[in-house]
Protein backbone atom coordinates (compact mmCIF):
# COMPACT_ATOMS: atom_id res chain seq x y z
CA UNK A 1 0.00 0.00 0.00
CA UNK A 2 1.45 3.41 -0.73
CA UNK A 3 2.24 5.18 2.31
CA UNK A 4 3.26 9.42 2.27
CA UNK A 5 6.94 8.73 0.97
CA UNK A 6 5.21 6.89 -2.22
CA UNK A 7 2.79 9.40 -2.62
CA UNK A 8 5.03 12.09 -2.63
CA UNK A 9 7.81 10.21 -4.82
CA UNK A 10 4.11 9.93 -7.19
CA UNK A 11 3.43 13.83 -7.03
CA UNK A 12 7.08 14.65 -7.86
CA UNK A 13 7.35 12.36 -10.52
CA UNK A 14 4.08 13.43 -11.98
CA UNK A 15 4.71 17.26 -11.99
CA UNK A 16 7.09 17.71 -15.25
CA UNK A 17 4.01 16.77 -16.83
CA UNK A 18 1.16 18.06 -15.56
CA UNK A 19 2.06 21.33 -13.63
CA UNK A 20 1.46 24.11 -15.72
CA UNK A 21 -0.18 21.87 -18.33
CA UNK A 22 -4.06 22.37 -19.70
CA UNK A 23 -6.13 19.06 -20.01
CA UNK A 24 -6.93 18.05 -23.57
CA UNK A 25 -8.63 14.82 -22.84
CA UNK A 26 -10.13 13.83 -19.66
CA UNK A 27 -11.80 10.53 -19.64
CA UNK A 28 -13.01 8.05 -17.06
CA UNK A 29 -13.79 4.09 -18.15
CA UNK A 30 -15.79 3.35 -15.32
CA UNK A 31 -18.66 5.19 -13.03
CA UNK A 32 -16.68 3.95 -9.55
CA UNK A 33 -13.36 2.85 -8.37
CA UNK A 34 -13.65 2.60 -4.13
CA UNK A 35 -16.54 4.97 -4.35
CA UNK A 36 -18.10 7.29 -7.51
CA UNK A 37 -15.86 8.94 -9.80
CA UNK A 38 -17.46 12.09 -10.24
CA UNK A 39 -19.93 12.43 -12.76
CA UNK A 40 -19.02 15.57 -14.03
CA UNK A 41 -15.14 15.13 -13.42
CA UNK A 42 -14.73 15.35 -17.49
CA UNK A 43 -16.44 18.64 -17.47
CA UNK A 44 -14.67 19.92 -14.89
CA UNK A 45 -11.38 18.76 -15.33
CA UNK A 46 -11.24 19.15 -19.36
CA UNK A 47 -9.92 22.31 -20.64
CA UNK A 48 -8.64 23.23 -17.34
CA UNK A 49 -4.61 24.30 -16.31
CA UNK A 50 -3.45 22.34 -13.54
CA UNK A 51 -1.49 24.91 -11.68
CA UNK A 52 0.04 22.83 -9.23
CA UNK A 53 0.15 19.52 -7.67
CA UNK A 54 -0.09 19.36 -3.48
CA UNK A 55 0.46 16.74 -1.07
CA UNK A 56 -1.44 16.58 2.30
CA UNK A 57 -1.48 13.15 4.06
CA UNK A 58 -1.79 10.18 1.53
CA UNK A 59 -3.96 12.44 -0.90
CA UNK A 60 -2.52 14.04 -3.89
CA UNK A 61 -4.15 17.35 -5.12
CA UNK A 62 -4.66 18.66 -8.48
CA UNK A 63 -5.48 22.50 -7.97
CA UNK A 64 -7.22 24.11 -11.11
CA UNK A 65 -7.61 27.37 -12.75
CA UNK A 66 -10.98 27.28 -11.89
CA UNK A 67 -10.70 27.04 -8.36
CA UNK A 68 -11.22 23.17 -8.24
CA UNK A 69 -8.97 20.72 -7.10
CA UNK A 70 -8.97 16.98 -7.42
CA UNK A 71 -8.23 14.97 -4.96
CA UNK A 72 -6.92 11.17 -5.13
CA UNK A 73 -6.19 8.68 -3.08
CA UNK A 74 -3.80 5.45 -4.73
CA UNK A 75 -5.63 3.29 -2.57
CA UNK A 76 -4.39 -0.11 -1.96
CA UNK A 77 -2.83 -0.98 -5.41
CA UNK A 78 -3.61 2.87 -7.44
CA UNK A 79 -0.74 3.97 -8.98
CA UNK A 80 0.12 6.62 -12.29
CA UNK A 81 1.15 5.38 -15.40
CA UNK A 82 2.81 7.91 -17.45
CA UNK A 83 3.19 7.99 -21.19
CA UNK A 84 2.54 4.05 -21.38
CA UNK A 85 2.10 4.22 -25.17
CA UNK A 86 -0.35 1.58 -25.54
CA UNK A 87 -3.72 1.19 -25.57
CA UNK A 88 -5.94 1.94 -22.69
CA UNK A 89 -5.32 -1.66 -20.75
CA UNK A 90 -7.90 -3.31 -18.31
CA UNK A 91 -7.10 -1.23 -15.20
CA UNK A 92 -6.67 1.90 -16.70
CA UNK A 93 -9.68 3.58 -14.70
CA UNK A 94 -8.70 7.09 -15.56
CA UNK A 95 -7.09 9.26 -18.41
CA UNK A 96 -5.64 12.63 -18.56
CA UNK A 97 -4.18 13.76 -21.80
CA UNK A 98 -2.23 17.24 -21.68
CA UNK A 99 -2.22 19.72 -24.54
CA UNK A 100 1.97 18.54 -24.82
CA UNK A 101 1.09 15.43 -25.38
CA UNK A 102 1.73 13.62 -22.21
CA UNK A 103 -0.89 10.82 -21.56
CA UNK A 104 -1.61 9.86 -17.66
CA UNK A 105 -3.64 7.08 -16.39
CA UNK A 106 -4.96 5.91 -13.44
CA UNK A 107 -4.42 2.39 -12.96
CA UNK A 108 -5.84 0.39 -9.88
CA UNK A 109 -6.29 -3.46 -10.44
CA UNK A 110 -7.95 -3.42 -6.90
CA UNK A 111 -9.86 -0.23 -7.30
CA UNK A 112 -9.72 1.13 -3.75
CA UNK A 113 -8.34 4.35 -4.62
CA UNK A 114 -10.41 7.30 -5.79
CA UNK A 115 -10.95 10.34 -6.69
CA UNK A 116 -13.10 13.27 -5.89
CA UNK A 117 -13.69 17.08 -6.97
CA UNK A 118 -13.77 20.09 -4.14
CA UNK A 119 -13.41 23.73 -4.21
CA UNK A 120 -10.38 25.41 -3.07
CA UNK A 121 -12.02 27.58 -0.44
CA UNK A 122 -13.27 24.92 1.47
CA UNK A 123 -10.92 21.77 0.77
CA UNK A 124 -10.65 21.27 4.79
CA UNK A 125 -14.29 20.74 5.30
CA UNK A 126 -13.60 17.89 2.57
CA UNK A 127 -14.40 14.82 4.53
CA UNK A 128 -11.13 12.82 3.91
CA UNK A 129 -9.07 16.14 5.03
CA UNK A 130 -11.60 17.62 7.43
CA UNK A 131 -10.01 15.51 10.50
CA UNK A 132 -6.50 15.56 9.30
CA UNK A 133 -3.57 16.27 11.80
CA UNK A 134 -0.63 18.16 11.17
CA UNK A 135 1.92 16.99 8.52
CA UNK A 136 4.72 15.01 9.84
CA UNK A 137 7.32 16.59 7.81
CA UNK A 138 5.19 20.63 8.00
CA UNK A 139 6.09 22.85 10.35
CA UNK A 140 2.94 21.84 12.83
CA UNK A 141 4.41 18.85 14.31
CA UNK A 142 6.47 20.00 16.69
CA UNK A 143 7.97 17.58 19.68
CA UNK A 144 6.40 19.43 22.01
CA UNK A 145 2.80 19.49 20.13
CA UNK A 146 3.56 15.46 20.19
CA UNK A 147 3.96 15.31 23.69
CA UNK A 148 0.91 17.50 24.56
CA UNK A 149 -1.44 15.45 22.40
CA UNK A 150 -0.37 11.99 23.85
CA UNK A 151 0.63 13.10 27.97
CA UNK A 152 -2.69 11.86 29.00
CA UNK A 153 -3.62 8.99 26.58
CA UNK A 154 -3.01 5.27 28.13
CA UNK A 155 -3.39 3.94 24.05
CA UNK A 156 -0.08 2.16 23.19
CA UNK A 157 1.95 4.74 21.25
CA UNK A 158 2.44 2.60 18.26
CA UNK A 159 -1.65 3.39 17.28
CA UNK A 160 -1.43 6.98 18.54
CA UNK A 161 0.68 7.44 15.97
CA UNK A 162 -1.41 5.63 13.55
CA UNK A 163 -4.07 8.18 14.81
CA UNK A 164 -4.85 10.64 11.69
CA UNK A 165 -6.31 13.13 13.79
CA UNK A 166 -2.62 13.29 16.13
CA UNK A 167 -0.31 13.57 13.25
CA UNK A 168 -1.46 12.74 9.44
CA UNK A 169 -0.16 10.39 7.02
CA UNK A 170 2.07 7.63 9.16
CA UNK A 171 1.15 4.33 8.28
CA UNK A 172 2.56 0.66 9.99
CA UNK A 173 5.86 0.46 8.11
CA UNK A 174 7.02 4.00 8.78
CA UNK A 175 5.49 3.92 12.10
CA UNK A 176 7.38 0.92 13.18
CA UNK A 177 10.53 1.81 11.73
CA UNK A 178 10.59 5.52 13.91
CA UNK A 179 9.83 3.41 17.30
CA UNK A 180 13.41 1.27 16.32
CA UNK A 181 15.09 3.90 15.19
CA UNK A 182 14.12 5.76 18.60
CA UNK A 183 14.19 3.16 20.91
CA UNK A 184 10.82 3.01 22.22
CA UNK A 185 8.53 -0.02 22.56
CA UNK A 186 5.54 0.21 20.69
CA UNK A 187 2.85 -0.93 23.41
CA UNK A 188 4.33 1.56 25.53
CA UNK A 189 1.52 4.32 27.03
CA UNK A 190 1.54 7.87 25.19
CA UNK A 191 1.59 9.33 28.88
CA UNK A 192 4.90 6.92 29.89
CA UNK A 193 6.86 9.24 26.96
CA UNK A 194 9.23 11.99 28.23
CA UNK A 195 9.32 15.30 26.47
CA UNK A 196 12.87 13.92 25.78
CA UNK A 197 11.28 10.64 24.59
CA UNK A 198 9.39 12.91 22.16
CA UNK A 199 12.04 14.59 20.68
CA UNK A 200 13.65 11.38 19.65
CA UNK A 201 10.69 9.79 18.42
CA UNK A 202 9.62 13.66 16.48
CA UNK A 203 13.59 13.16 14.55
CA UNK A 204 13.21 9.81 14.00
CA UNK A 205 9.63 10.08 12.28
CA UNK A 206 11.07 12.71 10.62
CA UNK A 207 14.57 11.16 9.66
CA UNK A 208 12.80 7.93 8.18
CA UNK A 209 10.27 9.55 5.76
CA UNK A 210 12.82 11.76 4.69
CA UNK A 211 15.14 8.68 3.54
CA UNK A 212 11.93 6.83 2.12
CA UNK A 213 11.33 9.63 0.20
CA UNK A 214 14.70 10.44 -0.83
CA UNK A 215 15.14 6.72 -1.99
CA UNK A 216 12.02 7.26 -3.88
CA UNK A 217 13.64 10.35 -5.76
CA UNK A 218 16.70 8.42 -6.73
CA UNK A 219 14.06 6.06 -8.15
CA UNK A 220 12.01 7.89 -10.60
CA UNK A 221 15.68 9.01 -12.50
CA UNK A 222 14.89 5.16 -14.12
CA UNK A 223 10.87 4.72 -13.37
CA UNK A 224 10.49 5.04 -17.23
CA UNK A 225 13.00 2.02 -17.89
CA UNK A 226 10.73 0.15 -15.78
CA UNK A 227 7.05 0.35 -16.64
CA UNK A 228 6.23 4.20 -16.45
CA UNK A 229 4.49 3.60 -13.67
CA UNK A 230 4.70 5.76 -10.47
CA UNK A 231 4.19 4.76 -6.78
CA UNK A 232 6.20 2.27 -5.35
CA UNK A 233 9.70 2.04 -4.99
CA UNK A 234 11.82 -0.98 -3.42
CA UNK A 235 13.61 0.07 0.29
CA UNK A 236 15.50 -1.57 3.22
CA UNK A 237 13.50 -1.57 6.20
CA UNK A 238 15.35 -2.14 9.08
CA UNK A 239 12.92 -4.06 11.11
CA UNK A 240 9.62 -4.04 9.07
CA UNK A 241 8.69 -7.62 8.11
CA UNK A 242 12.16 -9.02 9.47
CA UNK A 243 10.97 -11.18 12.69
CA UNK A 244 13.51 -13.21 13.21
CA UNK A 245 16.20 -11.64 11.71
CA UNK A 246 19.40 -9.79 14.14
CA UNK A 247 18.68 -6.63 15.08
CA UNK A 248 20.81 -4.37 12.75
CA UNK A 249 22.28 -2.52 16.11
CA UNK A 250 22.70 -5.65 18.67
CA UNK A 251 22.01 -9.20 17.10
CA UNK A 252 19.37 -9.74 19.19
CA UNK A 253 16.51 -11.47 16.96
CA UNK A 254 13.51 -9.03 16.06
CA UNK A 255 9.90 -9.88 17.25
CA UNK A 256 7.00 -9.41 15.25
CA UNK A 257 4.01 -8.65 17.67
CA UNK A 258 0.01 -8.11 16.83
CA UNK A 259 -1.33 -4.64 17.73
CA UNK A 260 -4.85 -3.94 16.87
CA UNK A 261 -4.84 -6.05 14.29
CA UNK A 262 -1.70 -4.80 12.61
CA UNK A 263 1.94 -6.38 13.04
CA UNK A 264 4.37 -4.36 14.79
CA UNK A 265 7.81 -5.21 14.48
CA UNK A 266 10.81 -4.39 16.65
CA UNK A 267 13.81 -5.32 18.86
CA UNK A 268 13.00 -6.68 22.34
CA UNK A 269 16.90 -5.43 23.09
CA UNK A 270 16.64 -2.30 21.88
CA UNK A 271 13.43 -0.76 22.37
CA UNK A 272 11.81 -0.35 25.67
ZN1 LIG B 1 18.38 -4.52 18.96
Known amino acids: MPELPEVETTLRGLEPFIAGQRLALVRAFRPNLRFDIPADLQQAMQGQRVERLERRAKYMLW ?3 SGRIM ?3 LGMSGRLRINPNE ?16 DIRFYDPRRFGFVDLLDAQNRDQHKSLAALGPEPLGEGFTPEGLFAAIKSRRAPIKGLLLDQRLVAGLGNIYVCEALFTAAIHPTRPGASLSLKDCQRLHAALVAVLEQAIAAGGSSL ?14 HQWQVY ?9 CDARLQRLQQAGRSSFLCPECQS
Open 221 to 234: RDFKQVDGSLGYFS
Open 71 to 73: LMH
Open 87 to 102: PIAKHDHIQWQTEDGA
Open 241 to 249: GREGDACPR
Open 63 to 65: HLT
